[in-house]
């Protein structure tokens, strides 16, 4: 692969030369473009050195060099940008390029770029920061660390710098997923059953936990057919198919469709078991004074379809939210229903399930391995099922 390697100005700078040459040594062709402060902690002959290309570090060098950041951008297949201060993070979220490393990053919208932030705890936690990292996860940016540990001014916390083999490894990891082409499936969100042309039996899923999915595997380079049922969410990603349905057969039909060209499913919908037997074409009119009797009956179970559509080397991941006996019941629904991974959430925790921001979960595997997370945003706990799923 072409990388370069983009380097920012914060102690951790000294590391670099160190990651260029593990990169040459793995095969790959590097070239290093820094920013005016990066050149305060490591020196241009070192990185001309360990990669054996003149250095790209400023924007206006000569003639030649102002369409620089295009022939690099056409050159390059991966970006690394080590260590990422808060201000080139802040930089790219706002799409300003000032420099040659921040104008290269925006000619490099349409290609994979990983990011290893690096700054004072104190910093990282900031909220803009934070904001600013989940925009750029958003788009697809892969984030490496920043670790724990000691840092420069002296503290201890969070905001090291990934140390070198752990870029690598997240380098050669995205290389094979990219390489696999991965399509996955996910449903999200609730059905609504129509009982006549005004009125249906709904229920109150958001759609957040199916969304939050579909974007960390895409952030793994996977391609995501979604399909949710009603919810005000919207997703942009390049990697991202959504399809819009209403009822739980709408839902079945797109679902039993897409599954035989994935890699996997994770249905994380809310379908309701039950639709009434007959629906109006008209807005039904009241009756009297009796009470009303709704005849329901049974809807498909998709997840349960899909677990017997399932072919050799595809994962079927189906969610449990229950209320009492939870690990007993999410075991049974794992065998029923032929599942690789049954991820349980417990209507007894406080924060988890339906429309709020957080959730709580275990995810039990056929293989046995039972894997809890604590009390985390539904973005947090998507990647620890994604990685848990394809690891
Ligand atoms: N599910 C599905 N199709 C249905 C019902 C459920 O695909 N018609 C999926 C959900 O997306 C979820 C899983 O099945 O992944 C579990 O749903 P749940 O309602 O908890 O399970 P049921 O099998 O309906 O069991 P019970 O109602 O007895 O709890």
């Known amino acids: 692969m072409n990388i370069i390697v983009g380097i920012t100005g914060g102690i951790a700078a000294y590391k670099v030369p160190e990651l260029v040459r593990l990169l040459v040594k793995a095969g790959h062709e590097v070239r290093c473009a820094a920013t005016e402060h990066a050149m305060e902690f490591v020196t241009r002959v070192t990185l001309e050195t360990v990669s054996g290309h003149p250095l790209y570090s400023d924007l206006f060098a000569n003639n030649e060099h102002s369409t620089q950041h295009i022939s690099l951008k056409d050159w390059g297949d991966l970006l690394i940008v080590a260590p990422a201060t808060a201000n080139i993070i802040g930089k790219v979220a706002n799409g300003i390029a000032d420099d040659a490393l921040s104008t290269l990053l925006l000619a490099f919208s349409q290609k994979p770029v990983i990011m290893a932030p690096a700054m004072n705890s104190l910093m990282w936690a900031h909220p803009a920061v934070q904001r600013n990292i989940e925009t750029l996860r958003g788009w697809g940016i892969r984030m490496v660390g920043p670790e724990k540990g000691e840092l420069a001014c002296g503290t201890d916390g969070i905001g090291r710098m990934s140390e070198p083999e752990a870029i690598v490894a997240e380098v050669e990891g995205g290389e094979r997923k990219a390489a696999s082409g991965e399509r996955w499936l996910v449903t999200a969100g609730p059905t609504y059953e129509r009982i006549d042309s005004v009125r249906f039996i709904g229920n109150y899923s958001s759609g957040k936990m199916g969304f939050a999915l579909a974007q960390a595997l895409a952030e793994t380079g996977a391609d995501v057919e979604l399909v949710t049922g009603p919810t005000h969410l919207n997703i942009s990603h390049p990697h991202i198919h959504v399809v819009r349905v209403e009822s739980a057969r709408e839902m079945y039909a797109a679902a039993t469709k897409a599954f035989p060209q994935c890699k996997g499913a994770i249905l994380s919908a809310a379908v309701a078991d039950y639709r009434p037997a007959e629906c109006a074409d008209h807005k039904l009119k009241k009756q009297g004074d009796e009470g009303m009797t709704l005849q329901l009956v049974q809807n498909p179970d998709i997840l349960a379809t899909l677990g017997g559509m399932k072919q050799e080397g595809q994962t079927l991941v189906g969610f449990a939210l229950e209320t009492d006996h939870e690990l007993e019941n999410a075991q049974g629904k794992l065998q029923r229903k032929h599942l690789d991974y049954i991820v349980m959430n417990s209507l007894r925790d406080k924060g988890a399930g339906f429309g709020v921001d957080t959730?709580?979960?275990?995810?039990?595997?056929?293989?046995?391995?039972?894997?809890?997370?604590?009390?985390?945003?539904?973005k947090e706990v998507a990647r620890l099922i994604v990685n848990t799923i394809t690891s």
């Open 359 to 378: 959730n709580k979960v275990t995810i039990l595997g056929t293989d046995g391995s039972r894997t809890e997370s604590p009390l985390m945003s539904k």
